[in-house]
C-alpha cells in the first residue's frame, strides 16, 4: 500500500511542477579508460547478478531490456556485480526524463539506466564502461546519453569517456502544463 501511495505521490508530484535541466552528450573522442573491474554483457544467465546491489525489482526491468533487444553491460570487482548500463540501438523514441523523449534514429545509439554500487564509486568504473561502449559502437554515426544537470559525478564521468555536450533541455511543467526549450550547443 505504501509503494503504491508513493507512486501516486510522484506521479501528481510531477504534472504540478517541475524544473529540470536535461543535458545531451555525443561521443566525440575516444579515451582508452581503464579501472580494476572486469566488464561483461548482460544475458539471460547473468542477470540476477545485479541482486548484489540493486532491488529484486530490477531483474524484471532487465529481463524485459534484454527481451526488447537493449544490450547490456555489466561491471564486476572480486566477483560482485558493481555497476551496469544498457544502450538502446534500434530506432525508437528514447527518454531523457520522464517527460522528455527524443527520436533514435538508425545508425545512433543511447546509453541509459546506468549506476554503480555506491562501494564501487571513485573507482572509474562508470567512466571504463562507457569507454568500452564506445569502442563496441564506435561503426554508429552517433553514441548519446543524457545526463540531469544536478548529477554532476555522472557529467564528470561521461565527459571523462569522451562525450561532449550537445544539447540542453530544459523542462518546465506548471500544473500539467509542459514547456521544453532546447539549447544546441554542437
Not at 526524463?97 to 546509453?111: C, M, Q, W
Request: aromatic content about 12%; glycine content about 4%; charged content about 25%.
Amino acid at each position: 500500500m505504501i509503494k503504491l501511495l508513493k507512486k501516486i505521490y510522484h506521479y501528481i508530484k510531477i504534472r504540478i511542477y517541475v524544473n529540470e535541466k536535461i543535458i545531451l552528450f555525443q561521443h566525440l573522442k575516444h579515451t582508452n579508460q581503464k579501472s580494476p573491474a572486469t566488464i561483461v554483457e548482460a544475458n539471460k544467465d547473468n542477470v540476477k547478478d545485479i541482486l548484489a546491489f540493486q532491488d529484486k525489482r530490477y531483474l524484471k526491468v532487465f529481463n524485459h531490456f534484454l527481451e526488447i533487444g537493449d544490450k547490456g553491460y555489466f561491471a564486476y570487482l572480486n566477483g560482485k556485480c558493481v555497476h551496469r548500463s544498457w544502450v538502446k540501438h534500434k530506432p525508437q523514441y528514447v527518454s531523457l526524463h520522464s517527460l522528455l523523449s527524443i527520436p533514435l534514429n538508425y545508425n545512433e545509439v543511447f546509453i541509459h539506466y546506468c549506476e554503480t554500487a555506491p562501494d564501487a564509486r571513485g573507482k572509474n568504473i562508470y567512466p571504463h564502461v562507457l569507454s568500452r561502449i564506445a569502442s563496441d559502437f564506435k561503426d554508429r554515426s552517433r553514441i548519446l546519453i543524457s545526463v540531469n544537470e544536478k548529477n554532476i559525478s555522472s557529467i564528470k564521468g561521461v565527459k571523462k569517456a569522451g562525450f561532449v555536450e550537445i544539447e540542453r533541455y530544459r523542462l518546465i511543467v506548471i500544473f500539467g502544463i509542459k514547456y521544453i526549450r532546447v539549447e544546441k550547443l554542437y
